[in-house]
């Protein structure tokens, strides 16, 4: 369109997707400096900094979780929070180092509110995930990751459609037009959220079993 570079060039207006904002050639380093910039939807405001997926461009493994949290927020790092300890603590468990792996988000910036002195995550609506999908995209596309790890139905629904439902699929490896293998299982936040210490062990198992099979499953 004519007209597209000036609205490009407008940093305040909003865009209704990150597509416009994404590199004429892809590679992670590119991909990482061009996300600082994205307007694709209004959660720009309200955050610190894009918190784009880091790890290796060779990794065989991704892991997608939601949006990032306070301290992903703060540091500019996914997966740096209480939740990100507990998640890198069960890809140990199951064979795999952080080091090894790509890490992102479905949705690269934090959205939160207020509760007292404390930023609380939000879950992100469908238009958000939908606007800041096209940075996952191409983060698949650079890294080819032979499997990919949904935590989360939010994840799972990102890469697949928004019918997903994880209690029916947690666990299974699926393929999909992404990648070899796809497999969703709980996101580490919901063991932390789990009423009880029975719960909370159950789900951190789950997590471990399947991360079991996804490391498998990449070599
Ligand atoms: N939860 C997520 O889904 N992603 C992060 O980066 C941190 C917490
Ligand atoms: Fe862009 Fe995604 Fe951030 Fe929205 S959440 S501004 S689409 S990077």
Not at 25 to 51: D, M, N, P, W
Not at 67 to 75: A, I, K, L, M, N
Not at 91 to 96: D, Q, R, T
């Amino acid at each position: 369109m004519r007209f597209a570079s000036l609205s490009r060039a407008d940093p305040t207006k909003l865009h209704d997707s990150a597509i416009q904002f994404l590199p004429s050639h892809f590679s992670l380093k590119s991909l990482r400096e061009s996300a600082q910039g994205c307007r694709g939807c209004e959660l720009f405001r309200h955050a610190t900094q894009t918190v784009f997926g880091s790890g290796p461009a060779q990794a065989r493994l991704m892991i997608i979780g939601e949006v990032p949290g306070d301290q992903e927020d703060r540091q500019g790092k996914p997966f740096v929070g209480p939740a990100g300890k507990l998640l890198v603590q069960c890809l140990e468990a199951a064979g795999a180092a952080r080091s090894e792996v790509y890490l992102t988000n479905a949705v690269k910036h934090f959205k939160w509110e207020q509760r007292g002195k404390r930023r609380l995550h939000t879950k992100p609506s469908m238009r958000e995930i939908r606007a800041c999908r096209p940075w996952l995209e191409a983060e698949i596309e650079v890294v080819r990751p032979r499997t990919i790890v949904c935590l989360g139905a939010t994840a799972a629904q990102t890469v697949f459609d928004r019918n997903f439902r994880l209690t029916q699929h947690l666990g299974k490896l699926m393929s999909s037009p992404l990648a070899h293998f796809v497999i969703a299982t709980y996101h580490p936040s919901s063991a932390l959220r789990a009423p009880d210490l029975a719960e909370r062990h159950r789900i951190k198992n789950r997590l471990i079993h399947d991360l079991k099979i996804a490391v498998k499953s990449a070599k």
